[in-house]
């Protein structure tokens, strides 16, 4: 079960992994008040949706899925 899981983990990618850190980091050190975050938020999306528009089904274990990026970036132009 191990190998299995192993395996489903490592299929994703790990890209945008620095700005979802980065994220994590600013949300810790702010005590979990997204609206000190913006930025570090931003990168993620934008990221994210530069990785969901060059390989469009591409997945990555730091983005939510690519609906939800695309909403978040349309709402916040």
Known sequence: ?????????????????AEACDLQACLKKNTYNPS???IQLRKLYECCGRMYDRT???ESTACPIPSVVRRWLKLHP
């Open 56 to 58: 469009k089904d591409g």
């Open 36 to 38: 000190k975050c913006d």
């Open 1 to 17: 079960m191990t190998d299995v899981k192993y395996s489903i983990q490592n299929s994703k990618s790990n890209e945008c992994q």
